[in-house]
């Protein structure tokens, strides 16, 4: 296991369609970015990009936020605020 990830964090303002999705996907690969943190995110799913963990919390007004990590990094603790407007968590390097 390394002892430092990759992070970077995106407001993407919806990012709900197929071409959207796979150029999140192709630059989350091309910098070999580990975990990301996605915010105003209006689609529920992200467990079609290849490689990757979608931890998500979509609030009651239809936006949240989500955090994506490589297979391999374990979160624990994940704690979501109920207005899909923020989340916590832990792991282990």
Same mark, same amino acid.
């Given at each position: 296991m390394p002892n430092?990830?990759?992070? *970077? !964090? #995106?407001? +993407?303002?919806?990012? *709900? !369609? !197929?071409?959207? +999705? *796979?150029? #999140?996907? $192709?630059?989350?690969h091309k910098h070999e970015i580990d975990i990301i943190f996605l915010e105003k995110? !209006?689609?529920?799913?992200? $467990? $079609? +990009?290849?490689?990757?963990v979608a931890h998500t919390n979509i609030g009651t007004i239809g936006r949240g936020t989500v955090i994506l990590t490589r297979d391999n990094i374990q979160l624990t603790n994940i704690v979501c605020l109920q207005a899909g407007r923020g989340m916590a968590t832990m792991f282990k390097m």
């Open positions: 430092s990830y990759k992070t *970077a !964090t #995106l407001n +993407i303002n919806g990012l *709900a !369609t !197929t071409p959207w +999705i *796979a150029m #999140l996907e $192709d630059f989350l995110v !209006t689609r529920p799913v992200f $467990d $079609d +990009i290849r490689g990757f």
